[in-house]
């Protein structure tokens, strides 16, 4: 195929070529933006490594029942309610690496906006969350902690 059938194709498909135009501007833009976003996303494995190398903070943004159910060990649980960057457990740890986590992944990348609005230096959340976690066989530890 050359570049003139490939013109004669979008002029006949005029709609499918703006949709493969709109679909890949929305994939540049986002992938732009996850560069410029402050904050990296982990995936568990990454995560373990994280809080064995550098001692990081975990922050769960889940309820308490669903916190009490299953956590990270060593994770601090905090509602989302409560959740603010300038909170005493947080405030401490603006120079250290810290990690936010929930039950799927959403309410704890806005926190991790959040955090780096704050001035937080190492900011990271759990892509996936707790579900993921759990997908790649890490366990969890019951109870309050």
Known sequence: MDFQ??????ERHSMLSLGLVAITAAL????????????????????TGLINRENALVVDLSASNDFEKGHIAGSKSVQVSQFDPENKLLAAAKSLPVVVVCRNGQASADAAKRLKKAGFEQVYWL???????????????????
Do not use: C, M
């Open 28 to 47: 540049i833009y986002t992938e732009v933006a996850h560069l410029f976003r402050g904050y990296k996303s982990l995936r568990p494995a990454e995560l």
């Open 127 to 145: 892509d996936g969350g707790i579900a993921a976690w759990q997908q790649a066989d890490l366990p969890l530890v019951k109870g309050r902690n």
């Open 5 to 10: 059938e490939l013109l004669a194709f979008a």
